[in-house]
């Protein structure tokens, strides 16, 4: 869990280290209550049903309680569910096979949406710093301070934490039953928007030649990219939704362009993973492991399918549809130093100025009466 590096691949005898950047994003599943012992009332020993209900139950509470940090308490419970479940189906009963159906839940939003929070603190914690710490550095100061602590790049890092928060949103969205195609489009839009104003920060500034901030820029760009996919995918889902030739043109432009922004972001990501330091690709989860299969399919299938209104249009094909442009949501978290304790005032340090001039005065007297 967490973040680990791998070193692997060698060319003939020259030996090659090549860094892998993994991050974990938990996927904690639960089972749903069922009604087993309806389910295998004389299939099964009724002892025997009315345990395995038991700790299902159990596993369920314990998880949804604590979030999946009781992390001995489940596996206690999952080996004995595991072990009376394998049991249960090793037996040859012809009986059993199909009447129950394990249905689990993913038990992982609360999880998500702390993230969410986590990036919004991390981009205020970046403007702070370059609000109330750099504008106090003096220029000489300034200039020699590492690359990673120029204002450009904590001011892209802070655009950058926006645009990744928005985009677990997106994938938050696309979870849920609830929310609406439209809902989808404007966060993958704001998530572009977001990513632009990180890429135009960091790409006007002198430490992106070389380092770290080369990497970094190749990073957003590629994010860019996939953003800018699942915004032209959701903006063709809502123009389809029309009833006009146009609208389904103007939507089949879209779907295609999805899926070409979505093979120059693959692209993008291997020119990210090669840039100094060599790290390796990794591999698609959230929002886009989802719509990497979607978008060929639906540009495909809307394509066969209105081919016909294409052919008559050759002039939209050639005008991509524009983004509509939303208002963004995320803002960084206000951050503020502590007050200042008392001890330390200003006032206070007057007091403890004069009781060291009146020590200095007292010791000065003292070594004069000595000499006389």
Request: with cysteine; aromatic share 8%.
């Amino acid at each position: 869990m967490g973040c680990a590096t791998s070193v692997y691949a060698s060319v003939g005898k020259k030996k090659r280290n090549v860094q892998e950047s993994v991050v974990f994003v938990l996927q904690l599943r639960v089972p749903v209550q069922s009604d087993l012992q309806r389910q295998l009332k004389g299939v099964a020993p009724k002892t025997t049903v009315e345990r395995l209900a038991c700790l299902r139950n159990q596993i369920q509470l314990v998880a949804e309680d604590t979030g999946g940090s009781a992390i001995s308490e489940l596996r206690t419970a999952l080996e004995e569910y595991l072990s009376l479940l394998t049991g249960l189906i090793k037996k040859k009963n012809d009986g059993m096979e199909g009447c129950v159906e394990f249905k689990w839940k993913t038990l992982g939003d609360d999880c998500r949406r702390d993230a969410v929070d986590l990036l919004l603190k991390a981009s205020g914690y970046l403007e702070f710093c370059i609000r109330e710490i750099l504008t106090r550095f003096p220029p000489d100061i300034k200039s020699k301070l590492p690359d990673d602590m120029q204002e450009s790049v904590l001011q892209t890092l802070s655009i950058q934490a926006l645009g990744q928060g928005t985009e677990i949103q997106l994938g938050l969205a696309v979870d849920s039953q609830k929310a609406t195609l439209s809902v989808k489009r404007r966060l993958a839009c704001e998530q572009v928007i977001y990513f632009s104003q990180a890429y135009q920060c960091l790409s006007g500034c002198d430490v992106v030649s070389h380092g770290c901030a080369k990497k970094l820029l190749r990073f957003i760009y590629w994010k860019f990219l996939e953003a800018k996919a699942a915004a032209y995918y959701y903006h063709g889902l809502v123009t389809d939704k029309g009833n006009e030739p146009a609208c389904h043109v103007s939507a089949v432009c879209c779907f295609l362009a999805a899926a070409e922004l979505l093979a120059e972001s693959k692209k993008a990501c291997f020119s990210f993973c090669l840039a100094p330091p060599v790290t390796r690709a990794p591999p698609m989860w959230g929002v886009m492991k989802h719509l990497s299969q979607k978008i060929p399919e639906v540009a495909f299938r809307k394509s066969q399918t209105y081919g016909y209104l294409l052919e008559e249009e050759e002039k939209a094909m050639q005008c991509l549809p524009e983004l509509p442009d939303f208002q963004l949501s995320l803002r960084p978290e206000e951050f503020e130093l502590p007050e200042i304790e008392a001890g330390s005032s200003e006032g206070n340090q007057t007091h403890l100025l004069s009781e060291h001039l009146e020590d200095y005065s007292d010791n000065h007297d003292d070594d004069e009466d000595n000499d006389h």
